[in-house]
């Protein structure tokens, strides 16, 4: 896993906060049904197939005017 230097400062996808951001250029797997801390990734690809992240906590989800993306 590589965390870019150069994170946007929200999600490009869902355009909310978000608590970390990681690449990945190889296989992965996510489950978020019993995750404490987090409730939602967004997945953005990148050059180099590469996709990047975004670990957004359960906080950082709830409200807001994109609920119907959470």
């Known amino acids: 896993m590589e965390v870019p230097d150069d994170a946007p400062a929200t999600c490009p ?14 296989g992965l797997m996510v489950n978020l049904l019993d995750n404490t801390l987090y409730r939602r990734v967004c997945f953005d690809p990148v050059e180099g197939a590469c996709v990047q992240f975004y670990h957004h ?8 005017t994109v609920s119907e993306r959470d």
């Open 13 to 26: 996808v869902c355009e909310r906060a978000y608590d970390s951001v990681s690449v990945h250029d190889s």
């Open 57 to 64: 906590t359960h906080d950082q989800v709830a409200g807001g």
